[in-house]
């Protein structure tokens, strides 16, 4: 069973995402990350191959240990231990001091713009059954998150429809919860938009349908 934690802290203004989950038995690692905006800013790990292999016990213990670190590293951020750096202001915008001389022809059509969607808990979002997604979308062009982009999950290839949605708060971040249905089809896939306007971005996953057991003669 993997252990993992996603949280948010409001530190002067900034919505700082950490995120704490196992790695598994091949790694045997506690790794906890955090993010402003999608950027990386400080990162943790934690080895747990003492506690290999895993029985009851000994998955209490590494559940554990998955808490604390994770609680640790967020009440170091709420009392300052962990420093994290200010968000660069853009560069300010430099005014030309030449003047048009001839009107100019009208500037093309700009290109519709595009958005990024990046999945944040990649090796945790499957439980068992249930499905929890923590997504962030940004401007491609300008690395700016998207606010108020519509993200919709969906699971392609499956016994019935299952698709949900939610709109992306003010850091851009997106949560989104259901239960995995059946998957019939050999190419299933979870397929995820963002649209913000006329601006679009699409992340996709492969996933594998259980194979069918023959039936005995």
């Known amino acids: 069973m993997l252990f993992g934690h996603n949280s948010n802290v409001t530190l002067g203004g900034m919505v700082i995402h950490v995120q704490t989950e196992d790695r598994g ?9 955090v993010y402003y905006r999608g950027r990386v800013l400080h990162r943790r790990t934690q080895s747990y191959s003492d506690l290999l292999p895993l029985d009851a016990d000994r998955e209490q213990a590494l559940k554990l ?4 670190q994770h609680a640790g590293v967020m ?6 231990a962990l420093a994290v750096p200010p968000p660069t202001p853009p560069p300010a915008p430099v005014a030309s001091s030449i003047a048009a001389a001839q009107p100019t022809a009208p500037a093309p059509p700009a290109p519709a713009k595009a ?16 499905a929890t997604l923590y997504l962030i979308t940004r401007n491609k062009d300008t690395g700016l998150v998207a606010v108020g982009a519509r993200v919709t999950a969906r699971i392609q290839g499956a016994a019935e429809l299952t698709e949900v949605s939610t709109t992306t708060n003010a850091d851009g971040n997106a949560h989104l919860q259901f239960e995995m249905p059946r998957l019939v ?4 896939a979870l397929a995820i938009d963002a649209v ?3 601006a679009r971005g699409q992340l996709r996953f492969q996933l594998r349908a259980k194979p069918k057991v023959p039936a005995a003669r």
Do not use: C, F, Y
């Not at 038995?25 to 990350?33: C, F, G, L, V």
């Not at 009440?75 to 300052?80: D, K, T, V, Y």
């Open 115 to 130: 958005l990024s969607v990046d999945l944040l808990n990649p090796r945790t979002w499957l439980a068992g059954k249930q």
């Open 25 to 33: 038995m091949h790694s045997a690692m506690i790794d906890t990350t």
């Open 196 to 198: 913000l306007g006329e």
């Open 65 to 68: 240990r998955v808490d604390d």
């Open 75 to 80: 009440q170091e951020l709420r009392s300052g």
């Open 185 to 188: 089809a050999e190419d299933a």
